[in-house]
């Protein structure tokens, strides 16, 4: 099981409370995890990724072991760490504000 | 201190031109519908802010109100709106700079919400799902072609790119079926209560799409007015390309912008490129049409074929929102702000105007509404009236007030005061 963390938002449109755990078939990529939780709650579809090109939206972030995984490649392959469940795949807003 | 724009400036209004003024008799004598009873029905103004939404509700007297929210907190509600067809069904323009746009809707009266298809597929062949929320230009190879570009701020051509709902029109008939408007500016409508949603690319790509631009807000396709005596009479506005119309269903479109004349483009008269604010119209008589522009108020009485302006005394014509009484079609209501510059009422005072011949002669309505210290202003999509007899006119600011008139704008009182800044603002009127 894959370990996911959710913004606030995230997690009221999807109706969930603390983390959400996800099975991935095959390599663990940002890809296939996103593609996990979109199938699960697809309430999320659009909230993280384009619908069309799956380009991840500007103000969204990706963490895992304490690294930005944003810029990565979509299909890179996420930490051990990750793929085992001993640590969370983090979807962050980005801080904006003033 | 009246002042009038001239070349992007503030002058005296007395020599503003006149020329293009209707006569006011020329007009029949205001129609009479129907309205609703104050003492059995009850009315639910559904309010869209900065942070969240809010559904106010009060009986046929309009004098306590209960106030509900906010739902979606935290969320940008650009616009909601019920269904003529029914009621209970509510339609949410939900956006974030964060996370994007979602579609959200309501089959009881905005007591619960929910997206469409937003949950799990039950069975295979089903809606698809997740795709409430997908607005995706059309591209087809017959009428993508020339729709892959429009002007942009620099004069280059760019993208058609989708960032939000502005607007959603439902069906007169049909609870099913809605209509978006959208920015980059382009028309989309459902007909399965939103799951699915597709464009009416028509509109884009009837030939003036690629001169299109952005005003200061985007380039966002803000009001969608149906006929009601006709429903493939579909009315439009863009900013800052102008009013359209299609009377095919959305088949095809035609630029309606004849008669508006703009200075801050290089030909005033151009067939597109004018910054309209807002058109309303009178569901009695649909052909006549009120239209705040960037500056100017306009007024046709042909289906858009032909604008004249009906400025007249109003202290500025710069606005955003405009609306027609329900039950007089010459009854007319703005709230002028002061120029493009400085978005707030003129001299602090928050004044609402109400003309009762169609334009041209204008009153200052303003018992129960600030008249000092006043910086406030009020967006395009947050005016609306109600249909009880006595009628109801409600509008909100950007300083988070909602102010209701149960008297056509006579006397004003703040339902609501602190709110997050007001987006949009309808109303529905109940049995």
Known sequence: MIRVILPQHL?????????VQVE?????????????????????CGTMRDHVTF?????????A???????????????EAVATGTEPFMVIGAIAGG | MKMKKSKGRLTDSKTR?????????????????AGMASGLSSVRVLVGTRKGAFILESDGKREKWNVNGPHFAGWEIY??????????RIYVSQTSGWFGQLIRRSSDGGKTWETPGGEKVPQPGDFPSGQSNKFVYDTTPETGKPLTTHQWYDGTQHPWEFKRVWHLEPSITDPDTAYAGIEDAAIFRTTNGGHTWHELAGLRGHGTGPKWQPGAGGLCLHTILIDPSDPGRIYVAISAAGAFRTDDGGMTWKPINQGLRSKYIPDPTAEIGHCVHRIALNKARPNVLFMQKHWDVMRSDNAGDMWHEVSGNLPTDFGFVIDVHAHEP?????????????HFPMDGKLRVYRSRTGGNEWEALTKGLPQRDCYVNVLRDAMAVDQLDSCGIYFGTTGGQVYASADAGDTWEPIVRDLPAVLSVEVQTLQ
């Open chain 1, 11 to 19: 997690r009221t449109l999807a109706r969930v409370e603390g983390e």
């Open chain 1, 24 to 44: 991935v078939q095959g390599p663990v990529t940002q890809r296939s995890v996103l593609d996990a939780i979109e199938a699960r709650f697809p309430v999320l």
């Open chain 1, 55 to 63: 380009k991840r939206r500007p103000f969204i972030r990706f963490f």
């Open chain 1, 65 to 79: 072991c304490q690294e930005d995984w944003s810029h990565e490649a979509p299909d890179s392959p996420l930490p």
């Open chain 2, 17 to 33: 031109r006149h020329s293009n003024r209707m006569t006011i008799n020329a007009h029949p004598p205001a129609l009479k519908s």
């Open chain 2, 79 to 88: 616009h909601m709106k019920g269904s003529p067809a029914d009621p209970n």
């Open chain 2, 330 to 342: 010459e009854t007319v209501y703005v709230v002028p702000i002061k120029s493009d510059g400085e």
